[in-house]
């Protein structure tokens, strides 16, 4: 079979997967290969979904079945329990005066059909006080050291808590705006936003908090930029964004929404990731899409590269290293050279250890 004919059937169990009807049922005749396909993309549970739509004749061998839903199931509880120390440790943080927004995470899992199905990794969080004016960020790092975990401070975007069935990300800050006037501005407004909100919106009732619509709208944007930039993108970044919308779509300014992807040097980017991902659920065809989205597409398929974000100087010019094939990305999506990206990386580093808003 093609690899083209595996894309497609890929695409169509994915439909499959969150609700969507198709014309015709996927024909795979490589299951291995779809599995494969699945796995690296973040969409195993997603695709499963989508084969228990297909007719019966149309579906693995049993025991091949059953193998790919033991995987799920695992997922499954890994989901489960994360998600129950997340909420343990934002009571932890209620009852020392501290609200708990989640960034990304579980405010885009609910909008799956089934939210133990998005796969995910450690959980982003911003600390803000529920009354008074102190530094949450600070406080909370401290309630983590002394309630036994290891945290690591050592970052100025956020620091890292290391519990035993999850990794959080503490946010200082939500972009990595040093020396980048473009994410200062965006940072400046996330946290206006978030600063202005009541603390209302609880997930599952719990102390866990969803940010406002806009604030999650823009860092998901944002995030999935600045992966495809770093690292590149899989279908499940490209998903995640029309799942987020298709959830939300009423609740999103959109007029000021197109203006703040303007200001904040997002637009071109966005553009292609909104449209592949319309491509994706079958809403545009290949021959709709740019010459920009083809390249972004290509960039999809293309084996995802995963940096290792170290802190140290060797790490940051490593990063800087690995962006030079990536220069054309910087041409297309992104409001600065490549260069000036590098420039940002390694002065940022040596002579912006901390930076301030």
Known sequence: MSREREYQDFFELVRLGVGQEVSSMPEVADWEAMRDIAGRHGLTSVVLDGIERMPLEKRPDKQYLLQWIGEVMQSEQKYDVQLKSAIEMAVLFQHNNIRTYVLKGVVISECYPKANHRVGGDLDCFLLPVHGDFDAWALGNDLMKANGYTVEDNFYKHSKFLMPNLTVENHQFMTAFRCNKWLRKMEIFLQGMLKEDKGKDRIMESALLRPPVMVSALFIVEHAYTHFLNEGLNWRHVLDWQMFCERHREEIGWGAFETLLDE??????????????????????????????????????????????????????????????????????????????????VWGYLFVKNPKL
């Open 264 to 345: 904040f040097g997002l637009r071109k980017f966005y553009d292609s990731y909104e449209r592949l991902g319309r491509y994706l659920l079958g809403v545009l065809d290949y021959g709709e899409l740019t010459m920009r989205d083809v390249r972004m597409l290509e960039d999809v398929w293309a084996d995802f590269d995963v940096v290792e974000n170290d802190k140290n100087l060797r790490g940051k010019l490593s990063l800087a290293v690995k962006m030079l094939p990536a220069r054309w990305k910087y041409r297309y999506f992104s409001e600065m050279s490549m260069l000036h990206a590098m420039w940002i990386y």
